[in-house]
Structure formats: C-alpha cells, structure tokens
C-alpha cells in the first residue's frame, strides 16, 4: 500500500521498492520521505517548485537537531537523484545544499561500579511469578550481553538457541547492522547465567518451538518495547534517570541500553591504558569484537575516557554556558 498523498507519491513509492530490492533498509527512508511528502502537499507543489531554496525552507521548519535535518536533506536527495536517472527531472536541486554543522555527540558511561549496579538491580526487580519471571529473565540475559560483551540490543534480541555454544563459550552474531557476522567468546559468568536460562526454559516448557535464546513464558520473543520499559524500570530505581542536556553544540545525552555498549568499550579502553598498554593499538580487535565495519568507528571511543571524564566535561560545558 502507497503510505504517501502527494503528486509525487507514485515515483516516492518507485524509489522505496527500488531501494528495498537492493537490500536496504527502508524504515528510516520512508520516515522522512513521508515528512516531506506532508509538506509538498501543504505547500500545494508542482514541479516548477523544486528550487534550493524550497528545500531550504523545509529545512528550516524542521524541528530536529541539525544532525537529523542532514539525514533528512540527504534522503531526499537520494529521491531526486533516482528522479533524475528516470529523466523526470533534468537535474537535482539539492546538490548545492550544504549540510549544517553537526552536533558533537557525548554518550551517557556508565563507570564498571554503575555497570555492576545496574546488572544487580535487574536481579533484583525480576518477578517471580509464573507469568513474568521468564521474561524478566530474558531481559536480564540481554542487560548483561550488552554490559560483559558489547553486544547491541537487536543483536541480543535476535540470538537464536543454536547460536550460543555452551561448550566453546561463544556467541555466533548474525545480520549485524554492518550485515556482519562474528563470532565472539563470552565471559564464564555470562556463559553460567545463558546456561541457568535454558535450565529454567526446560522447566517452564515440554516442548519448545521458539528457536529464540531470549523469550518470555508464552514462548513469544522478547521485543525492544519490553526491554525499553525494564531499562526505565531499573535506571529509576538506582537514580541515574537524567535527561540529555544540549549546551552549545554539545549534545550530552542520557542512559538508554546502548549506553551499556559504548560503557563496555569505553571502560575496555581504559583497562588497556591501566596496563600501560596502547588503547590506539588495540581499536582493530575491539572493532572487529563489536562488529563495526571498519575500526574508524571504534576510535569514537576515545573521546571519552571513562564516565567520570564525561562527567567533568558536562560540568564544564554547564559552567561555561551560565557563565555567558
């Protein structure tokens, strides 16, 4: 079905099936081409239209950060150039756009003394009752891979019981979201807790269909929704809720589950530096661990030391910004 009501909608929904057959994901493209597609009806478009300076104008009435309006611009532009190889058009009007300045990004550490407490308060919060204490399990399982390896929660998520190798101690991670597999060994304590889960899974099931390793006690696969909600939960509970601070050009963001991500990498570095080792060295390993693409991505890492070097640096950046 044709998700879009402009004079466009026809050749948008062209380019989406386009882009799928291809492989992409489309979910994010369709987001903002649906955005754009509301403000050319809004507008009344033509053809005639399509001028920098219209695609100036919706951007501008974007209420995003400058990072997302890129994303948007960039989407569309990737529409009009799919218009200009099918000659309805003669040339892209946003080639000559510059993209606006980005935001720096500071992601919200967790120190290994909030990780643990974190993971302990989970425990903690589980229900013990027939109909939740699987499930609740489950998302314990989750917390912890991200926590002890790094993994991202979708990757949790869509691990399958024949993925984990109890015997070999590793986890086989496929469809990354590089399109990456990996292989990857896992700590002992996160070996005998997976171990505990599928104990409990025999008990709880005579026959399992779910070939998923995290599932809750109707056998339906735990979903990020669910995890969203015990992430609240837990953060709450062990008062590190905040909200993300934007000073300056400086985003200061909250905890969410990925954080626990960045947390292991960042914490992983700093162990190497207290062992008067090269973090710079050891990036290559750690990229190809967490499954990016190419190590540059990992380097990001760096730009925090450890949870209370961000600290420092949004005490900093507040302090600075009262100050003007």
């Known amino acids: 079905m044709n998700c879009f009501k402009s004079f466009l909608a026809e050749h948008m929904a062209a380019f989406v099936e386009y882009r799928l057959q291809l492989g992409y994901s489309i979910k994010p493209m369709v987001f903002h081409l649906k955005i754009f597609d509301r403000y050319v009806v809004e507008k009344n478009t033509t053809w005639a239209s399509f001028n920098p300076s219209f695609f100036l104008e919706f951007r501008a009435g974007l209420d995003y950060e400058n990072r997302s309006k890129n994303m948007s611009c960039r989407m569309i532009k990737m529409f009009f150039n799919f218009l200009v190889r099918k000659d309805l058009i003669q040339e892209n009007p946003l080639l000559e756009i510059a993209q606006l300045p980005k935001n720096q990004i500071v992601p919200f550490i967790f120190s290994p003394d909030e990780t643990d407490l974190l993971i302990n308060s989970v425990i903690k919060l589980m229900r013990r009752t027939e109909p939740f204490y699987l499930g609740d399990f489950s998302a314990y399982i989750s917390f912890l891979l991200m926590a002890r390896c790094g993994l991202r929660i979708s990757e949790t998520l869509n691990l399958l019981k024949t993925n984990y190798m109890p015997e070999e101690r590793t986890i086989y991670i496929e469809k990354t979201k590089f399109k990456k597999d990996r292989l990857i060994p896992i700590p002992k304590a996160v070996v005998a807790e997976i171990n505990n889960l599928l104990n409990v899974r025999r008990l709880f099931f005579e026959k399992e269909d779910n070939p998923f390793l995290l599932v809750k006690s109707n056998q339906t696969k735990i979903l990020k929704s669910y995890m ?50 090269s973090p710079q060295n050891a990036l290559p390993v750690l990229a190809v661990y967490m499954g990016h693409c190419e190590y540059k991505y990992t380097t990001k890492y760096l730009k925090v030391l450890d949870a209370k070097h961000r600290r420092q640096m949004l005490d900093f950046s507040m302090s600075m910004n009262e100050a003007i």
């Open 228 to 277: 969203d909600l015990k992430f609240k939960e837990v953060i709450k509970y062990i008062n590190l809720a905040q909200p993300r601070k934007i000073i300056g050009t400086t985003n200061f963001c909250g905890p969410s589950h990925h954080s626990l991500r960045h947390s292991f990498a960042v914490n992983t570095l700093k162990r190497i530096k207290q062992q008067s080792k």
